[in-house]
């Protein structure tokens, strides 16, 4: 495990609780267990804080904690590595695990540039191993119901949509304090949706556009951006286009009664859908709790500790479910039939488009895009736009009044 902040205190941390006495089981890998061998942190004081409380039988994972931490982990003994770092730090983490030979599982953003992602997707090839990204959102109960009504036919030709996403000011004040100047909260959050579109729908992306507001986090005019509004124009075959428009903040109040505040409208030639995760059917008010401690609406589909009517505490959810999926398909390669029949098992995992790299194309090429335009935003030139394999290559940024054009990728992406 490289980092142990909130997200593997939501995900990863449950995962291998749920997994410490009760292995891995499918009929053509047999019975695989998934114990924690190591974790690498900047300083180690989350791996001592959480050793401390951890099940006895989860206490024995080996700790790095110096500038060599990562490096030294993948020296170990360990088959497969979960990036749950900021995102600018999980490029060099993936590297050094896939050039080990590891199978890698990276938090969503996987990376900020098509070149890493280009990288990555050599060194998982060279070295024979996995290298997937975290969207957890893809097995949320409504997207994949979603995606089936589109997969099926019923749902028909998107033509727009509109998506936001919003988190408290305590994600920028406190869990996110240390890496989050120059940074934006569309790279962070507007990935899910970003995934879900481009898994969905199966377009081309075309052309990238952003703005965003400042002066909450950082200042009016530096690069550290509050909130973001990102609109993508994807084309169809036949030259049709269809455009959506994704919202993330990070200053929502914290007093505000959900975790998050998550929406989604897509319309179609035949029918609309609309989705709302404060809005599932639960909401709960305890005196002197809600909605600071306890949020007034709760997402049980994402992460819910729950005791089971059997008597037994488990915490569910597919934000953990996504997580156990990974570790099955790596169980598939390694150990789901003959040895000289792993290539082809190798390359079976690799088709699968919700997590695989090769598959992250358009997100990265998105989150590049965003980047750029909000950096030359920043620098003083907003309305930028980046074109999409355009004449003049992959990714190119267009400046206005400007015919001298940046070109931020050259081959196609």
């Given at each position: 495990m490289v980092g142990m902040g909130m997200i593997f205190d939501e995900t990863y941390r449950p995962f291998f609780e749920g997994r410490s006495g009760r292995p891995l089981y499918d009929p053509e890998f047999g019975v695989c267990s998934v114990p924690l061998a190591a974790v690498a942190t900047r300083t180690g004081r989350r791996a001592d804080a959480y050793r401390a409380k951890a099940p006895p039988n989860l206490c024995e994972f080996v700790s790095y904690s110096s500038e060599a931490a990562v490096e030294q982990l993948v020296d170990g003994r360990v088959d497969?590595?979960?990036?749950?770092?900021?995102?600018?730090?999980?490029?060099?983490a993936a590297k050094l695990a896939l050039e080990a030979g590891k199978h890698v599982l990276i938090e969503k953003p996987s990376v900020l540039k098509l070149a890493e992602l280009d990288e990555l997707q050599r060194l998982a090839e060279d070295n024979g191993v996995l290298a997937k990204v975290v969207y957890h959102k893809l097995l949320d109960p409504d997207h994949k119901k979603l995606r089936t009504l589109v997969a099926d036919g019923v749902l028909q030709h998107v033509n727009n949509g509109y998506c936001s996403l919003l988190e408290p000011k305590s994600i920028a004040n406190s869990q996110f304090a240390e890496w989050i100047t120059g940074r934006n909260p569309g790279t962070y959050v507007a990935v899910h949706y970003i995934k879900l579109i481009d898994f969905t729908f199966g377009l081309q992306l075309k052309r990238v556009t952003c703005t965003g507001q400042r002066g909450i986090v950082g200042p009016a005019d530096g690069p550290t951006w509050d909130s973001t509004q990102l609109r993508l124009i994807y084309a169809y075959p036949d030259g049709r286009e269809a455009a959506f428009d994704v919202h993330t903040s990070w200053v929502t109040p914290d007093n505000f009664p959900g975790y998050v505040e998550q929406e989604v409208q897509f319309r179609f030639d035949n029918g609309v859908w609309n989705g709302h995760s404060r809005k599932r059917g639960v909401e709960c008010t305890v005196e002197g709790a809600t909605p600071h401690s306890i949020k007034n609406t709760i997402n049980n589909h994402y992460n819910a500790a729950v005791l089971e009517p059997w008597?037994?505490?488990a915490q569910r959810g597919y934000g953990i479910e996504v997580i156990e999926r990974f570790m099955r398909e790596a169980a598939m390669v390694e150990y789901g039939g003959p040895l000289p029949e792993r290539a082809a098992r190798l390359a079976a995992a690799r088709?699968?488009?919700y997590n695989d790299l090769a598959a992250d194309r358009q997100v990265v090429a998105?989150?590049?895009?965003?980047?750029?335009?909000?950096?030359?935003?920043?620098?003083g030139t907003p309305d930028c736009v980046v074109d999409v394999n355009g004449p003049a290559g992959g990714l190119v940024l267009q400046v206005p009044g400007q015919r001298e054009v940046e070109v931020l990728y050259s081959p196609a992406v």
């Open positions: 497969a590595v979960c990036v749950a770092t900021p995102d600018d730090r999980h490029f060099a008597g037994e505490r088709t699968l488009a998105a989150v590049e895009a965003m980047e750029a335009i909000l950096a030359r935003h920043a620098a």
